[in-house]
């Protein structure tokens, strides 16, 4: 969902047979929505010249409000609004550019049951038929939250006509590293725990997207067993696809003659669940 207010001013010069152009766009009163991720981006401006050449992002900026407070009470975000900002420059005969992105406390989620405020740098290089995207990205705060049974879905053998994705005619490469910051909290199948750790994700067109690296439990707590175990080692490694990361998970009843706990390794398509005693 995207509206704008937008201004065009233009000249033509040169010959009939070898026109040239040159002009700007401005834009004010930009609106960008993204209604099932929450994502509002508002009072945005954008300041676009051209010539016969090449397209000069000059000026690209927006605010991004907070639309709701988080849904846990113990965090505590920064307070305002965030906003994004941009410039960069692309060639109109190969498309080459390159495009650089500042993000402080970006709405990213604003859901009941996923909610995240981003801050950090995104780098684009760009052609016509390719995008390069590098970022580093921070957590300022964040919530991941559900149910202990996932809403019913489709098979993925079910096709839905009129739902097939068309072909993807840019190419699109990605290096993220995101880092999960401070003040961050997962409440889902049992788990009640601060998260911390730093992720890089790689994707590479028709390719599987592969990460590296480590999310860490603080603090955390894992009702199972119809006990609420304390997480002494919670980690979850990531080294290839993110669908599977290799699991080290303590959680223990403590402060008892007899602490039981359970121990889960392994990985979490092949995971090993250890009821363990002392």
Do not use: C
Not at 14 to 42: M, N
Not at 64 to 77: A, C, F, G, K, V
Not at 148 to 168: H, M, N, Y
Request: hydrophobic share 35%.
């Amino acid at each position: 969902n995207i509206s704008l207010s937008p201004l065009y001013s233009g000249a033509i010069t040169g010959t009939p047979a070898r026109p040239v152009s040159a002009g700007f766009i401005k834009g004010e009163r930009l609106v960008v929505g993204l209604i099932e991720q929450g994502l509002r981006l508002d009072e945005g401006q954008l300041d676009l010249a051209f010539d016969a050449e090449r397209v000069r992002l000059e000026t690209l900026s927006f605010r991004s409000p907070q639309r709701m407070p988080p849904p846990d009470n113990r965090l505590e975000p920064p307070l305002g609004s965030g906003s994004l900002t941009g410039t960069g420059e692309f060639s109109l005969r190969s498309g080459k550019g390159h495009f650089d992105l500042d993000l402080a406390r970006i709405a990213t989620l604003q859901q009941p049951g996923q909610w995240l405020l981003v801050s950090g740098k995104t780098s684009v290089e760009s052609a016509w038929d390719s995008l390069d995207i590098r970022a580093k990205l921070r957590s300022d705060a964040g919530f991941v939250g559900m149910s202990r049974s996932s809403a019913p879905s489709l098979s993925e053998d079910v096709k839905v006509r009129g739902r097939e994705k068309p072909p993807q005619r840019v190419r699109i490469n990605a290096d993220v590293n995101f880092d999960f910051g401070e003040n961050f909290i997962l409440k889902a199948y049992g788990v009640d725990a601060w998260l911390e750790g730093l992720l890089r994700i790689r994707l590479a067109q028709g390719a599987t997207p592969q990460t590296s690296g480590s999310i860490r439990t603080r603090e955390g707590f894992f009702n199972a067993y119809g006990q609420k175990l304390e997480i002494e080692r919670g980690a979850v490694n990531f080294h290839g696809p993110v669908s599977n990361p290799g699991l080290n998970i303590l959680a223990r009843r403590r402060g008892l003659e007899v602490e039981a706990g359970v121990e889960v390794t392994g990985t979490a398509q092949r995971p090993r669940v250890r009821l363990i005693s002392e």
